[in-house]
């Protein structure tokens, strides 16, 4: 089999999502959780990518199913231990995201000290809008994330609340996972994550740059 | 870009790699884990992946270097709601494993309920062995696997012991997170785990069927 890798679908060929939590402390605080000394990192796998005009499946086990919507970073050219004065130099461009979290399963899995793998990493919890190049926003530390769930404004928050910084991300997650063109970078989500329920309307947006949209569906159970 | 795929060459190209927790009563319980109930899942990024000629290194953040050896399971043709009565299908051969775990770093992230990543996502953390086509092992359920540290005899377990089968793992995956070619299941440890320090030499193996060595060096900080 033959692929062609074009950055602008980085979600077809991609082989790794590395997702940062509380990176802005008004969320961090929202959830009871302490601001954190370094960034707190995990996993999506790549099968957990959606795009528009597919929905949002809330997985058979999830009650509460959370929206955060998060800046994200696509990487163009791969580094290991990247310094952060050089780590803008990695970036292809962005992807307005979701990080859709099954927050009932992951309030278990952080009191049973289990992985978050149920609550982050099912089918579609990686709603990914159209590729963003990078100049389209010269700047990732002042840009305003929005979401509305059935036309009702749920999260706006501006990335320059960040706890670390775009270029701070890139250098500290490539000194412990290399990180390779096509990679996702997910950067965490300001304050105002709420649950969705089935047939909702998600839609997100970065202020003047780009808008998605996508249903909420309830994945049926086999 | 163009990438072929070949499937003895799955680490090159293939998109995930799903770790199951606990999977032998006996290794869940000398870390005084309970014995699960459902599958413990967890995620490795592709940029794990080592193979034989290359070391495995110590992250710079870790004192206590675990090994774990593993059934890999290499998977042919993807799916998603895989019945476990056809679940073999989807099976192109396997790997032998060591699922490397930072255990000093895990156990802090068990104790403040945080993911996993740091404790079993840092590059090298995924040594893997040749492929191992589905003929030469005709039943993953009853095949011993070995692991020694510098000659001696650290870890021998048969797979008859797993809490989960192989058919069930895949069926229960595919569920949550669509598998996909070239996609690698690890399917837990039995017990005998311990740590490495820098310069040991592990040796691992699946009874004759195949064998593989690894040199242990420390990642320098940058
Ligand atoms: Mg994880
Ligand atoms: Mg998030
Ligand atoms: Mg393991």
Request: hydrophobic share 35%; glycine share 8%; net charge negative.
């Amino acid at each position: 089999m033959i692929t062609t890798r074009n950055i602008s679908r980085f979600w077809e060929w991609g082989r790794k999502i590395i997702c940062v939590g509380r990176n802005y402390a008004d969320h961090a605080k929202e959830l009871n959780n302490p601001v954190p000394t370094e960034p707190v990192l995990f996993l999506k796998p790549p099968s957990a990518y959606v795009t528009q005009g597919s929905p949002i499946l809330v997985p058979s086990y999830c009650r509460d199913l959370h929206h955060e919507v998060e800046l994200g970073v696509v990487i163009g050219r791969g580094g290991t231990d990247i310094p952060q004065g050089s780590a803008m130099d990695h970036v292809a461009g962005y992807a307005l995201c979701l990080d859709m979290t099954a927050r009932d399963v992951q309030d278990v899995c952080k009191s049973k000290g289990l992985p978050w793998t149920l609550a982050k990493a099912f089918n579609t919890s990686c709603p990914v809008s159209e590729f963003i190049p990078r100049e389209r926003i010269p700047d990732p530390g002042n840009v305003t994330l929005w979401l509305k769930v059935n036309d009702q404004m749920r999260q706006k928050g501006c990335t320059d609340q960040m706890v670390f910084s775009v270029p701070h991300l890139i250098s500290y997650i490539s000194g412990i996972i290399t990180l390779e063109e096509g990679d996702l970078i997910l950067t965490g989500t300001p304050r105002g994550v709420s649950a969705v329920q089935e047939h909702d309307e998600l839609q997100a947006g970065i202020q003047d740059v780009v808008t998605m949209s996508f249903k909420v569906n309830r994945k049926e159970h086999q």
